[in-house]
């Protein structure tokens, strides 16, 4: 069973066409990258992955549960790290991660590993708002993989860690820990290494879909043309 | 399709609207105690009624919209709504102008009809405010639903609470509805009957031009190939525009609405 | 169900314990307003309707102050998304906010409630207490039902503080009718009972938008 099956995926702002006939599919733990301008449709993409946004048109089966009539069935195993990082700033550290242990019904221990996981001990009970933008990333990303989700998506999700916390955040994030993922990114260098499928949008359109041997850096820049 | 009904619907509600007129000149009778300003009745009590079934109309629309998520409910929706909101302006006016001429004051409030409507039409009127304010046509449409069902629930129970809280002591200043002679009745329903149709037509008028406007955007869309931001700056507005997929071809559009 | 409300309503607290936003304000408008009443309406005291009005109005427009900050670190701090992230019911996220604006309303009423029996209040408060706590328990059910409802609405437009008082005020006037007209034989000297009636109205209006805003709120959550 494919983790992702889109099929003429649709959705539009108003009369603005956000996304137009995307279709494709993603095994399981297999890494999707996706290339594409700034209001090409990723952030929209994902959005509607993670049964944020409804599809408009088109039929969309994530771990084999279409949306969105199957969007409870999907909340739980999903993990969204997103532009903003969902974090209440008046909040600590652990007080947050707690609270969204709360939410998936996930234990405190767990809280505790990931604190552990990101080096974040020695601040874990500091509001966010007194913490750098790496730091709160890193809390942000022990938030997306709390609950130990099939599927993964990750929007730009090394913007604001410095190399270090890259390799920090690896284990959680990465190839490695075997969960399928999609990936939104601007480093055509960088996203072309992880990935195992290569989407291309423009404008709400596919521009390209290749398997990662078949595309090269310089085609991924022609889409920002 | 609404463009079919128009023709009828109008011929209809000027027949119904002269009838009605000549009714209420020629032929009820004057009131014993009110005298020829008790006509005004004849306008402002159905003005009252359409109003009141527009808005509990617009909510019963609001929940079509939300269940099945077809902007074409959230439209009609609107519509009804906005088209009702001019109608109870027009039941405020009538019945302040019978206040005074019955009572000496522009505004009483031991009339509960009227403070009820006042009140009501307050809510009402931060309907298209909250359209304005929400840039997302989805998010907006259906943030405008749930107003409009909860606004519908409220006219109600607020009709109760405010009759409640009018001292049963004062007189209604203007006058029961209930046991109206013959020849009055009549003219009642018949100036009822007109202005619902009067009501039903211009909502279809409303409805045909936005729908008319939405194809030809579709059509330069498709032929011009205008993108959205090329078709002008166009204001604003705090009225629905349909979707794409509402209104594609010209047939499909005709079945469309 | 009953453990994510009582996370949401943890959080919620723990944020407002933290910022100390909406509570300090709501009471403090409150005590300010009664002094303005004093001003406006020139007199050293009040009772039974006038008195029951000021308490209402009063308590009114302090509550505004609240429902107008209820959802805002939510929107502003992507709350929504990650509550829509997880496999909870929407209808927890509205159960933890009307508790959280009850609670609100009664730190507000603790406060409220002795400086208008104090400063502006005739008639001493001791004998109708229990009454007035049972009227106004009625009355804060309905704001708070229908303040949710109506934050949730306001709080990702564009003119988030205004149109949630416009919204909300004329959704509030039947409790401001039930409740005052309940309350305003308790502020006499005679400290008589409620009638039943207003009673009965407040409460089913209580029930009505409850219901209201159980069946609409999820449409509210989503994006």
New interface residues.
């Given amino acids: 069973m494919p983790a992702l099956e889109l099929e003429g995926l649709a959705r539009?702002?108003?009369?603005?066409?956000a996304l137009s006939d995307v279709s494709l599919e993603l095994e399981q733990g297999r890494t999707l990258v996706v290339f594409g301008p700034n209001g090409a449709g990723k952030t929209t993409l994902l959005?509607v992955l993670?049964?944020?946004?409804?599809p408009?048109?088109g039929r969309v089966c994530v771990l084999g549960r279409s949306l969105p009539q199957q969007a409870?069935a999907v909340?739980?195993h999903?993990?969204?790290l997103?532009h903003?990082?969902?974090?209440?700033?008046?909040?600590s550290a652990r007080?947050n991660l707690r609270?969204?242990a709360?939410?998936?019904?996930v234990g405190e221990a767990r809280v505790s590993e990931l604190i552990d996981a990101v080096q974040m001990q020695a601040r874990a009970r500091e509001?966010l708002r007194t913490l750098s933008r790496g730091m709160v990333q890193r809390v942000a990303v022990a938030?997306a993989v709390l609950h130990d989700p099939e599927l993964l998506l990750l929007d730009e999700p090394y913007s604001n860690l410095d190399p270090a916390a890259v390799e920090l955040v690896a284990p959680l994030i990465g190839a490695g820990a075997g969960r399928t993922r999609v990936i939104c990114s601007h480093d055509p260098a960088g996203g072309l290494a992880e990935a195992d499928v290569v989407l291309g949008l423009r404008a709400g359109r596919q521009g390209l879909l290749r398997r990662a041997g078949e595309v090269g850096a310089p085609e991924i820049s022609e889409l920002y043309r | 399709m609404y463009g079919k009904r128009l023709r009828p619907l109008s011929i209809a509600t000027i027949a119904a609207m002269a009838l009605a007129l000549a009714l209420v000149f020629f032929y009820a009778p004057l009131d014993a105690e009110q005298g020829f300003l008790q006509k005004i009745f004849y306008v402002h009590v159905p003005l009252a009624i359409a109003a009141l079934g527009g808005f509990v109309l617009g909510a019963v629309l609001a929940i079509a919209h939300l269940r099945t998520?077809d902007p074409r409910w959230d439209m009609r929706s609107y519509v009804a709504i906005h088209m009702s909101l001019i109608f109870a302006v027009g039941a405020l006016i009538t019945g302040s102008i019978w206040a005074k001429g019955s009572w000496g004051h522009w505004w009483v409030w031991n009339e509960p009809t009227l403070v009820s409507f006042l009140i009501v039409f307050l809510l009402y009127a931060t309907y298209q405010p909250l359209r304005f304010a929400i840039e997302?046509?989805?998010r907006q449409a259906r943030y405008a639903s749930v107003f409009a069902v909860t606004a519908g629930a409220f006219v109600p129970m607020n009709f109760i609470a405010v009759r409640l809280s009018t001292a049963y002591l004062h007189p209604r200043v203007l006058g029961s509805t209930s046991n109206l002679p013959g020849p009055m009745a009549l003219t009642f329903v018949v100036s009822l009957l007109a202005i619902v149709l009067l009501y039903a037509t211009l909502c279809t008028y409303e409805l045909t031009a936005k729908h008319t406007r939405a194809q030809v955007?579709a059509l330069r869309r498709r032929v011009l190939g205008e993108?959205?931001e090329q078709e002008g700056r166009r204001p604003r507005s705090a009225a629905p525009?349909t979707?794409?997929?509402a209104a594609i071809g010209a047939e499909a559009a005709g079945r469309a609405l | 169900m009953r453990?994510?409300v009582a996370?949401l309503l943890?959080?919620e607290l723990?944020?407002e314990l933290?910022?100390l936003e909406s509570v300090p304000a709501m009471s403090l408008f409150a005590v300010t307003t009664f002094v303005v009443f004093h001003f406006a309406l020139n007199r050293g005291s009040v009772e039974g309707d006038l008195g029951a009005g000021v308490l209402w109005v009063t308590l009114l427009f302090a509550a505004i102050l609240g429902v107008n900050r209820l959802f805002v670190?939510d929107a502003e701090?992507?709350?929504f998304?990650?509550?829509?992230?997880?496999?909870?019911d929407a209808t927890a996220m509205l159960l933890a906010k009307m508790a959280t604006l009850l609670c609100y309303l009664i730190a507000l009423e603790l406060v409220a409630v002795p400086a208008f029996a104090l400063l502006l209040l005739g008639p001493s408060l001791g004998p109708s207490l229990p009454g007035l706590i049972g009227v106004l328990a009625l009355g804060d059910l309905g704001v708070a039902a229908i303040g949710t409802l109506v934050a949730a609405l306001a709080v990702r437009t564009r003119a988030r503080d205004l149109l949630g008082p416009l919204l909300g005020l004329p959704l509030l006037v039947p409790i401001v009718i039930g409740g005052a007209r309940a309350t305003s034989p308790l502020l006499t000297l005679a400290h008589s009972a409620p009638s039943a009636r207003w009673l009965v109205t407040l409460g089913l209006y209580d029930l009505v938008f409850g219901l209201i805003a159980y069946a609409l709120f999820d449409f509210l959550l989503?994006?």
């Fill in positions: 539009h702002y108003g009369e603005r066409q959005r993670a049964t944020l946004l409804r408009h048109a409870w909340r739980g999903v993990g969204l997103a903003e990082p969902l974090l209440y700033r008046e909040l007080e609270f969204h709360r939410l998936h019904g509001p938030r | 998520r997302d046509p989805e955007r993108t959205p525009t979707a794409p997929g | 453990g994510t996370a943890r959080k723990l944020v933290r910022t670190a701090q992507g709350g998304d990650g509550f829509m992230l997880a496999p909870v989503e994006d």
